[in-house]
């Protein structure tokens, strides 16, 4: 339980007694049972962030000069997005595991399936 408790320290909180931690355990683990059937969507969304985020700071790095357009950057690239990633999903899990625990949001009112509308081309065929 150290580890908990020199984060705790370095960010400025009270460190844990080992009860508070054994409860806030068990309290974490119902909360994410939870959002379990979120976790495709939110596994998504955090996919989508991870891209544009790790895009993003790709071009900056390339406008200010760090890096070569030619730059083999593939294993950072990665890097890069499973960094991202993990944030986001961290984020994500956290915030709607707290907002269904508080009744904020409901687990009945996403709609799981998405409906594909065609397009039609320009001519309305």
């Known amino acids: 339980m150290g580890h908990e408790n020199e984060i705790a320290e370095l960010i400025g909180l009270?460190?844990?007694?080992?009860?508070?931690?054994?409860?806030?355990?068990?309290?974490?683990?119902?909360?994410?049972?939870?959002?379990?059937?979120?976790?495709?969507y939110l596994d998504f969304i955090s996919d989508v962030a991870a891209d544009a985020v790790s895009s993003m700071q790709l071009k900056e790095m390339q406008k200010a000069g760090v890096i070569s357009e030619t730059a083999d950057l593939e294993d950072d690239m990665i890097t890069m997005q499973s960094?991202?990633?993990?944030i986001a999903v961290s984020s994500l899990v956290g915030g709607f595991s707290i907002a269904l625990q508080l009744g904020l949001v409901t687990n009945n009112a996403?709609?799981?399936?998405?409906?594909?509308?065609?397009?039609?081309?320009?001519d309305g065929f």
């Open 110 to 122: 996403i709609a799981s399936d998405i409906a594909i509308k065609k397009l039609e081309d320009e």
């Open 83 to 86: 960094v991202y990633k993990a």
């Open 14 to 40: 009270t460190p844990v007694s080992e009860e508070g931690n054994k409860k806030e355990r068990q309290d974490s683990e119902l909360r994410l049972e939870q959002v379990l059937d979120l976790m495709p």
